[in-house]
C-alpha cells in the first residue's frame, strides 16, 4: 500500500491516510497518531447529544466519555435519530479536523439519538486525533 501525503504540509496538519491512520506533521515528518491490529475495530459510544435537539440546530460535537473524538469519515460512525439509522453523507457529515456532526435536517426536541464510532486505534488516540 502506498500512502500519498501532501507535498507541502504546515506545522500540525493532519493527514486521514488509506490504511485507516490519521498522520500529523510535525514539521519535519509525518508521524502516525495511534496504531491498529489487522482485524480489530475498536467500538465506542457516542455520548448523546439529545438533549440540544431544538429543531434548529444542525450541528454537534461528537463526544465519548465528554470529550471530543475526531471520526476517520462518515462511515465510521453508525447514528440513529429517533430510532431511525441514518445513510453517511445524506443525512449527515462528519468533519474530521473538529469531530462535528452536522445533520442535513435539524433533529428535533425529544428525538433520540444513539451513536458508534468504529475504530482502529484505541480510544485514547482517537480522542486525541
Known sequence: MTLNFPSSPATG???NASNGLAYIFDGIKWTSQGSFSTGTVNVFKIDSIASSFNGSLKTFDLKIETKVVKPINDQAVLISVNN???EPTVAYQINT???QITFTTAP???HAFFGIVFSRIPLIDAVNN
Open 97 to 99: 479536523n473538529t469531530g
Open 108 to 110: 428535533t426536541n425529544g
Open 13 to 15: 496538519d493532519i493527514f
Open 84 to 86: 431511525v439509522i441514518l
